[in-house]
């Protein structure tokens, strides 16, 4: 079976590359020409074909997406952005493009990693995803959509203002709220094994770690396991959605949006998607005891 993978150099993509082509795939990824030439040869080194193009060419999708079986989309300019990215035009117009060339191409299955719905929380890129999934839910092709909670590698790390190593953390809300904390790597394990798994073929499926907690139990989680005592600084939901309302930038708003359904929390029925795919998944436990074995 060919996989073409767009996204392949972010987070997600070379853990999924890694599945797929263990499991016995060929992969084909969309790389942009300005991709890290480090990061191409990891690719091609797993054995990835690499192909060149951009979610804001439509050309360069209909050439990615001839003769593969699947499609598998991870791509957001959330925080991997060029001149000309933006919301509307990658995570929006862009994929659906890539929806559009698929359709076209013959591709029977699309995997597309969303993120969890919130009705009462609205800004553009939940505005994004969830065209996306209507799109593919029209479109003909067999579609497994994927909406994960926050990752703990990027939510739960200084990137977003957690620096255990610097004994001060920022919380979105006042941290009493339960989230399941996902690793990346999980979900990578579940967005490859989608495409061979025909029970997972349309169907929406809700991802969390195996333990709902709130931000200040995983502070007192890392205080316990032997972290230097750490200060909490908390935004508050009022302050959030001030700033969700001001912001005048879509990337501004929808950063302001995730942390405002951060602070609602995020508890996730897993029923469905652990039945589909019944491996063990990251606890945040197990992270915190890697976060701090790394110092
Ligand atoms: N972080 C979370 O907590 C979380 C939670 C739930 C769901 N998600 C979803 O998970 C996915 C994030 O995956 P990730 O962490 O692997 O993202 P990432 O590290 O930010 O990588 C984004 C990828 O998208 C590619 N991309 C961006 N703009 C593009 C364009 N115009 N054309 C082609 N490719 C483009 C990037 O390529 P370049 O390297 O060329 O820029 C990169 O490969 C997103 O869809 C996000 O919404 C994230």
Not at 100 to 126: C, K, Y
Not at 253 to 281: N, W
Request: charged fraction near 20%; glycine fraction near 8%; charge should be neutral.
């Amino acid at each position: 079976m060919k996989i073409l993978l767009v996204g392949a150099t972010g987070l997600l993509g070379p853990e999924i590359c890694r599945h797929l082509i263990s499991a016995g795939g060929q992969v084909r990824a969309l790389i942009r020409r300005t991709a890290d030439a480090v990061k191409r040869s990891e690719l091609v080194g797993l054995g990835v074909e690499l192909v060149d193009g951009d979610l804001k060419e439509p050309a360069s999708l209909a050439r990615a997406c001839a003769e593969v079986q699947a499609v598998i989309s991870t791509a957001s300019s959330t925080l991997s952005r060029q001149a000309g990215d933006s919301i509307e035009s990658v995570d929006e117009h862009g994929q659906l493009s890539l929806v559009d060339a698929a359709r076209q191409a013959g591709v029977e299955h699309f995997v597309f990693v969303s993120f969890r719905e919130n009705l009462r929380i609205q800004f553009p890129l939940t505005r994004a995803k969830r065209a996306v999934e209507q799109a593919l839910k029209t479109s003909g092709m067999a579609y497994t959509i994927l909406q994960p909670s926050y990752f703990m590698e990027v939510w739960l790390t200084p990137a977003l203002g957690f620096d255990v190593a610097n004994g001060a953390v920022r919380i979105y809300g006042d941290g009493s709220r339960p989230i399941s904390w996902i690793s990346y790597r999980d979900v990578a394990r579940v967005a490859a094994a989608a495409v061979r798994e025909r029970s997972a073929r349309n169907m929406v499926l809700e991802l969390g770690g195996p333990q709902p907690l709130s931000p200040r139990e995983v502070v007192a989680l890392f205080e316990a396991a032997g972290a230097n005592r750490i200060t909490i600084e908390t935004v508050s939901e009022t302050m959030l959605e001030s700033q969700m309302n001001a912001a005048t930038d879509s990337l501004q708003k929808s950063f302001a949006g995730l942390m405002l359904q951060y602070a609602a929390g995020d508890a996730v029925d897993t029923t469905t998607s652990g039945r589909l795919f019944p491996f063990p998944m990251m606890s945040v436990h197990e992270f915190v005891a890697i976060q701090l074995a790394r110092g």
